[in-house]
């Protein structure tokens, strides 16, 4: 499902009864099966998008749309996923992992069968008993993405999702997420500050500028897929991964 | 807090035994008082009118249970309390619940939340008197006002403490208020809201027994102040020793449902 952004911008109510602009305008259309990474400094503005995306902030002027429905409120085909798992601690994996489903009303036992089909896909077999404080960083972020896995978004709005985690699990769940998105495909918008994870995995990269973010580059990732992780020592992805940081680094003066 | 993600079975915890001594110790705590107060009384420290020998206390124990004057006045005690402590902590509930999701509520109400709370009850509970009379009532309302307070604060902190992220997973599943209620601010704010209903659980016996000192018919107050002036001081005892072991009851009670539902605590420290 196709996602346009059309003069969007967000300013945040500052001291003093100002306004500070925090991204924008921008606008630009992510196609329909694009997996599309953002890039940017730091407070320029990345999650403000993705949270106008997920219709849980109202932007200040432009509109953002999937398809021809207006975002103004959580719309069903779109899930976010957050830097933190975002668990309930209270409640197990299994249930965290049901949530979803808990909430649109399925019974407790059809959604109980449905996460135990899903947990070796998310290497989580033997803990659905587990609270979310007995599991590890990349485990609960496996979780998580089982949550958002429930939900069957079209598209998946993924704020550094992985970005808490060591280089190694990093990498090992973005690996994962291309192999799971493999098998249905969804538009995915994710935000890293990971420039080879974003060359690794997206078919597009835009770079946002500082506060307030506006798009300075728009870089098409042509490297076949599907990817692996030893895609990272050829000559093209080097090329492209320098590129972007070219681009990122033009910021600073 | 993150553990390692191999799954072999978890080494044995240490003090795993230490865990029934630590039970036990409250009751070994007990039976020490018992044995010094025996001592005291046995040795003559001090005039047994002041302090009756725990054999003494016992017999009138024993007497007050078999003409049924123990049963009679802690029954109309217990009535009141079982009637008050769900009416204070229910409007406790609603009313936190309301000023934590609107803070304009907050500023309208606290002038009278603060004057009721800074009032000690021992002042307003002959005014209850007044406008509820003598009967039981007037004790159930002197109880609901006693346990208000705690559950009202505990209700506010806990709703507020409520993670503005899972709010947002929240809003994003398109869940309806009352999900939003029953699946997260519920669970969430229950830790910190069964501790205010542990401290109101025994604030209800003050409230009950103060609102019978003042004027009743029947309960542990009034037989506390008829003893007292009948020169019974095993009697007295007795009676005080039964308020103390209904606060622990209902105290216990609270901790044994806060045990039972907060599972996912213990297991996470
Ligand atoms: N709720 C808020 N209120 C006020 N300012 C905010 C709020 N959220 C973010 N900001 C500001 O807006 C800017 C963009 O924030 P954010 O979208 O989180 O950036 P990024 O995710 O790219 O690091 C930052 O300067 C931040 O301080
Ligand atoms: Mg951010």
């Known amino acids: ?253 | 807090m993150a553990k390692n993600e191999s799954t072999q079975p978890e080494i044995a915890r240490p003090y795993a035994n230490g865990v029934v001594w630590r039970r036990l110790s409250p009751l070994a705590t007990v039976l020490v008082l018992i044995l010094v107060w025996h001592w005291i009384t046995d040795w003559q420290l001090v005039s047994r009118i002041l302090i009756p020998p725990p054999a003494q206390v016992l017999q009138s124990l024993a007497k007050a249970l078999a003409d049924g004057t123990l049963a009679k006045h802690a029954g109309t005690t217990l009535g009141e309390m079982m009637l008050g402590l769900p009416l204070g902590v229910s409007i406790g509930l609603a009313i936190g619940y309301a000023i934590a999701k609107a803070p304009l509520l907050e500023y309208i109400l606290s002038p009278i939340i603060v004057a009721f709370q800074s009032t000690p009850i021992v002042a307003y509970a002959p005014l209850l008197i007044i406008i509820f009379g003598t009967g039981p009532s007037s004790k159930v309302v002197t109880t609901a006002v006693i346990v208000f307070f705690p559950t009202l604060v505990n209700t506010i902190v806990g709703i507020r403490g409520v993670s503005p992220r899972l709010r947002d997973l929240m809003r994003s599943l398109n869940a309806s208020r009352w999900q939003i209620f029953r699946k997260l601010e519920l669970p969430s704010a229950l830790p910190v809201i069964l501790a205010g209903l542990k401290t109101s659980a025994t604030l209800a016996v003050i409230g009950a027994v103060v609102g019978e000192f003042v004027g009743s018919g029947s309960g542990l107050g009034v037989l506390v102040i008829s003893a007292r002036s009948q020169y019974d001081t095993p009697l007295v005892y007795v009676t005080v020793l039964t308020m103390t072991a209904i606060a622990l009851s209902l105290y216990s009670l609270v901790a044994l449902v806060e045990w039972r539902v907060l599972v996912w605590q213990r297991r996470s420290t």
């Not at chain 1, 207006?70 to 197990?92: E, G, K, V």
């Not at chain 1, 949530?99 to 449905?114: D, K, M, N, W, Y």
């Not at chain 1, 598209?155 to 060591?166: K, S």
């Not at chain 1, 597009?204 to 728009?218: E, F, H, K, M, W």
């Open chain 1, 1 to 253: 499902m196709r996602l346009r952004l059309q003069q969007l911008a967000v300013s945040y109510p500052a001291p003093g009864g100002t306004l500070l602009p925090a991204l924008g305008p921008i606008t630009f259309d992510i196609a329909d099966d694009e997996f599309l990474c953002l890039v940017g400094p730091s407070g320029c503005g990345k999650s403000t998008l993705i949270r106008v995306l997920a219709g849980l902030l109202q932007p200040t002027a432009g509109s953002a749309y999937c398809g021809d429905a207006l975002i103004d409120r959580p719309l069903p085909d779109i899930a976010i996923m957050f830097q933190d798992a975002n668990l309930m601690p209270w409640r197990t994996v299994l249930d965290n992992i049901a949530l979803p489903l808990e909430i649109a009303g399925v019974a407790e036992s059809e959604r109980h069968q449905t996460v135990r089909e899903l947990l070796p896909q998310l290497n989580l077999d033997g803990f659905e008993l587990a609270y979310p404080a007995e599991l590890s960083g990349g485990m609960a972020q496996r979780a998580a993405l089982g949550r958002v896995i429930l939900q069957q978004p079209r598209i998946w709005l993924l704020d550094e999702p992985f970005g808490a985690l060591d280089a190694l699990t990093r990498e090992k769940l973005s690996l994962e997420l291309l192999r799971l998105r493999q098998r249905s495909r969804q538009t995915i918008v994710l935000v890293t500050h990971d420039i080879s994870e974003a060359v690794l995995l997206a078919d597009r990269i835009i770079v946002l500028s500082r506060r307030p973010g506006a798009v300075i580059a728009d870089i098409a990732i042509d490297l076949p897929r599907p990817r692996f992780a030893a895609m990272i020592y050829q000559p093209e992805f080097l090329r492209l991964t320098k590129q972007v940081r070219e681009s990122i680094e033009s910021l600073r003066d």
